[in-house]
């Protein structure tokens, strides 16, 4: 008696008196429950059909196998080999599993970033548009606003306002509105209160070993036949080094693993100033074809213009990012400098006269971010207001353009560079309190940089040279000098890495030079010998 679903021989059978056939009861009772039918012949079928079959318990005789131990050992073995089997299945289903729910995350994760900044840009245009539609006069309400196409890529919302000219000929601009002060004063307290409890981290690099450093490698990032590095920037959290040079194109590079990321080429002349804005991932260049771009970085390391911006009339020649990451403001040889909006890159406020004489060529946001400091090819530093744009003080004294300045994180020191060297200025008393001639006067001073922690700062023209910080009564010891390896006796910009780990230079040839501890650099032998 065999049953006619298992094939096996019962160990309770019944019999179905419609059709007579043999099942296991267990079986045909799961197979009633669920379908209601006979399993072979289709048939209405119910458990009143099903007659127990009553026989005999028949003991079931071990397997031949079973008698013997080298038979018990192979059943075992047959038993272990089906587990190990049915154990890999399962990894395998498990890992196949991970990377599914992975790929969904990520992809959650990326709809989840694209939805935000979708709603960002939307807020952002209905603000625009809100402004433009209070400030447009009466005349001109039935006009549209125009669509300004950046790059070719994208269209952005721009307010009506910014194509109204003024009586005076000029643009007229929306200002910087009060929400914005709040925003740029509520940042300005929060860094001062921090300042004060902040420490020199206990990382940052020695005096001794600053005292021992020399070149570790060379990198050649431009063209050769435009060679030039004009200015440096050094992202914050990543070791990632942009170059602007005379060649046009801007250079980003991994310090770490000795590669160009990306080339970013757009601008008709020389690249003169550039910065990087961490918070977005963009980097902003100014040029001598008298524009303004900003970049924004893509997942793959790639970066694309967003926006051009084309409100000055002269030589880019500074730009400087706010605290805040939001703002930035670019200073150019028309006399005028430029409060803009990052996000939407729309100028929010323009500052100056347009003047054939003087001109802006440096720039720089004091850190806690209500005071910008420009300085002008007619030797004079002019420190702003920002929430009024009105300038507060002068600094006069040097000869020749301020070719550079850079406030100190602690507050209280400005540096500033021109053709008679470096001048340190007190804010808090509005003086000059020390002055350093490094070289001769026909050798304009290029570059100076205070590092993060305020404690050393470099000076570049034709050598480097790094001094301690110190304050007002107390000498600035010297204590290192760095030569310019690059033949062409003119350092353009000097900056320092993070914790003052490493200097990264550059010069009037091709090449980006890093200053360090010999043997920091893994890219030593393998960059050296191709950057000459």
């Not at 300005?188 to 981290?201: D, E, F, I, Y």
């Amino acid at each position: 008696m065999i049953c006619a679903i298992s094939g096996e021989v019962p160990d309770e059978p019944v019999v179905s008196k419609r059709s007579g056939l043999l099942f296991e009861r267990r079986l045909i009772e799961r197979y009633i429950e669920d379908h209601g039918k006979c399993p072979v012949t289709k048939e209405e079928l119910s458990m009143d059909d099903i007659v127990l079959v009553k026989t005999n318990k028949v003991v079931r005789p071990r397997p031949l196998q079973a008698a013997s131990i080298p038979g018990l050992l192979g059943i075992f073995q047959n038993e272990w080999d089906a587990l190990m089997l049915s154990n890999f299945a399962l990894e395998q289903q498990l890992h196949t599993a991970r990377q599914e729910l992975s790929h969904a995350l990520y992809q959650h994760d990326a709809a989840c970033r694209v939805i935000a900044r979708l709603k960002k840009e939307r807020d952002e245009s209905r603000a625009l548009l809100a402004l433009a539609e209070r400030q447009i006069p009466a005349s001109m309400a039935g006009v549209a606003p125009a669509a300004v196409v950046s790059n070719g890529k994208r269209a952005l919302l721009d307010t009506a306002m910014e194509d109204e000219i003024g009586p005076d000929g000029k643009k007229i601009r929306p200002g910087i509105n009060p929400v914005m002060i709040d925003e740029l004063t509520e940042c300005n307290t929060m860094l001062s209160a921090q300042r004060k409890k902040r420490q020199v981290p206990p990382s940052l690099a020695s005096i001794d070993e600053l005292e021992r450093y020399t070149q570790i490698s060379s990198h050649p990032l431009h063209k050769t036949n435009k060679p030039g590095i004009l200015s440096m920037d050094i992202h914050p959290s990543k070791d990632i080094v942009a170059t602007g040079g005379i060649d046009t194109n801007a250079v980003l590079f991994d310090r770490t693993s000795g590669q160009i990321l990306c080339t970013l080429a757009g601008h008709s002349k020389k690249i003169t100033t550039l910065k990087f804005v961490p918070r977005d991932e963009l980097v902003v260049t100014g040029s001598a074809d008298k524009t303004v771009r900003i970049w924004q970085g893509g997942e793959e390391g790639n970066y694309s213009c967003i926006h051009t911006l084309k409100d000055h009339t002269a030589e880019v020649e500074a730009v400087t990012v706010h605290a805040t990451q939001k703002y930035f403001v670019t200073a150019a040889k028309d006399n005028t400098w430029c409060f803009y909006d990052i996000s939407t890159g729309s100028c929010l406020s323009q500052v100056g006269e347009a003047s054939g004489q003087e001109g802006y060529t440096s720039a720089s946001f004091h850190p806690d971010g209500l005071i910008l400091g420009t300085g002008t090819t007619e030797a004079v530093v002019k420190i702003w207001d920002v929430k009024t744009q009105s300038n507060v003080a002068k600094f006069e004294g040097h000869a020749g353009p301020v070719t550079a300045m850079s406030f100190s994180e602690n507050g209280y020191f400005l540096a500033t560079a021109a053709l008679d060297g470096v001048k340190l200025w007190d804010l808090r008393k509005l003086r000059n309190f020390r002055t350093f001639s490094p070289y001769d006067s026909d050798t304009p001073t290029n570059s100076v940089e205070f590092d993060f922690s305020g404690t050393y700062l470099a000076v570049a023209g034709s050598d480097i040279r790094v001094y301690q910080v110190a304050n007002v009564k107390t000498e600035w010891n010297l204590i290192k000098t760095l030569p310019d390896l690059s033949g062409t006796g003119k350092v353009t910009s000097a900056k320092f890495g993070t914790d003052a780990k490493y200097i990264a230079v550059g010069s009037m040839d091709r090449n980006l030079r890093i200053f360090g501890l010999p043997g920091d650099d893994q890219m030593d032998d393998d960059a050296k010998p191709s950057a000459e």
